[in-house]
């Protein structure tokens, strides 16, 4: 079993969770969004333990890999941080938005 965090809580991280969940091959162990009530809700929803609303303290519940489901003009940093981390990334989205997005992230 993948121990998995979640950053986002929008529609497609909502319907994205599940469908791991319902692999019965990952457990979501974190989920973090921008407002605290709205990462709350979401986790309560998929029967998360942990909420925040600073993607960084993902860290305190060590997940192995991160879903990203984040606008993409935040997205760079954040991914960034997960890799930092020696998470495993799945992206909801685009890797770059432009070919020097994808080289940075190519560099990483």
């Known amino acids: 079993m993948t121990r998995m965090a979640i950053i986002g809580a929008g529609y497609m991280a909502r319907a994205r969770g599940k ?5 019965g091959r990952v457990e979501i162990v974190g989920v973090a969004a921008r407002h605290a009530e709205t990462a709350r ?12 609303d600073d993607y960084r303290r993902l860290a305190e519940v060590q997940p192995e890999a991160v ?8 997205q760079q940093p954040i991914m960034r941080w997960a890799m ?3 998470y495993s990334v799945l992206l909801g989205g685009l890797l770059a938005e432009s070919l ?7 560099r990483q």
Do not use: K, R
Not at 41 to 52: L, N, V, Y
Not at 67 to 74: I, R
């Open 19 to 23: 469908a791991l969940l319902a692999t």
């Open 67 to 74: 879903l990203l489901e984040v606008p993409h003009a935040v």
């Open 100 to 106: 020097a997005e994808l080289v940075e992230a190519a």
């Open 41 to 52: 809700t979401f986790a309560e929803e998929i029967g998360c333990p942990a909420s925040f």
């Open 84 to 86: 930092e981390q020696n």
